[in-house]
């Protein structure tokens, strides 16, 4: 069985994932900060990432610095897949051209060092985690690390 990391500081998104993944053969562990997701990183073994862009580095405080990227980076150093899975639009008008760059395109972004991001539309509720899922095993399928 798979094992992948869920990395998410807002409680009802992390429901919605959960909720939306449970019917996958996947073992789904949790953190809540990048200290966290970090440490686990450092101390199990994962399949896979799926993390949110825009959360604390420790504790429940700053929740708008992107300190999913530090996830991410750790991730790639240590050869695990990952897709930020965000919903970036609310957190303030300095991303504006962030969410113009998703809405024009409509599909996720490569970022060329193994990594993914996908987005759902300002106007969404939730995060598309399912298909942050399927673009997470979509990179192991493709061999994952291009540069």
């Given at each position: 069985?798979?094992?992948?990391?869920?990395?998410?500081?807002?409680?009802?998104?992390?429901?919605?994932?959960?909720?939306?993944?449970?019917?996958?053969?996947?073992?789904?562990?949790?953190?809540?900060?990048?200290?966290?997701?970090?440490?686990?990183?450092?101390?199990?073994?994962f399949?896979?990432?799926?993390?949110?862009?825009?959360?604390?580095?420790?504790?429940?405080?700053?929740?708008?610095?992107p300190?999913?990227?530090?996830?991410?980076?750790?991730?790639?150093?240590?050869?695990?897949?990952c897709?930020?899975?965000?919903?970036?639009?609310?957190?303030?008008?300095?991303?504006?051209?962030i969410?113009?760059?998703f809405?024009?395109?409509?599909?996720?972004?490569?970022?060329?060092?193994?990594?993914?991001?996908?987005?759902?539309?300002?106007?969404e509720?939730?995060?598309?985690?399912?298909?942050a899922?399927?673009?997470?095993f979509?990179?192991?399928?493709?061999?994952g690390?291009?540069?």
């Amino acid at each position: 069985m798979k094992r992948i990391l869920i990395v998410e500081d807002n409680s009802r998104h992390m429901e919605d994932a959960l909720k939306i993944l449970k019917n996958i053969d996947v073992e789904i562990v949790t953190a809540t900060n990048a200290k966290e997701a970090t440490e686990k990183l450092g101390n199990m073994k994962f399949d896979g990432v799926i993390t949110d862009v825009f959360m604390p580095m420790v504790g429940e405080e700053n929740a708008d610095n992107p300190c999913g990227l530090a996830v991410a980076m750790m991730a790639f150093t240590i050869g695990v897949k990952c897709v930020l899975c965000t919903d970036q639009y609310h957190h303030s008008e300095g991303f504006e051209d962030i969410n113009a760059l998703f809405n024009s395109f409509r599909k996720p972004l490569d970022c060329m060092w193994g990594t993914r991001i996908i987005d759902c539309s300002h106007k969404e509720s939730k995060k598309n985690w399912l298909g942050a899922y399927e673009h997470l095993f979509d990179l192991e399928d493709k061999g994952g690390m291009s540069f």
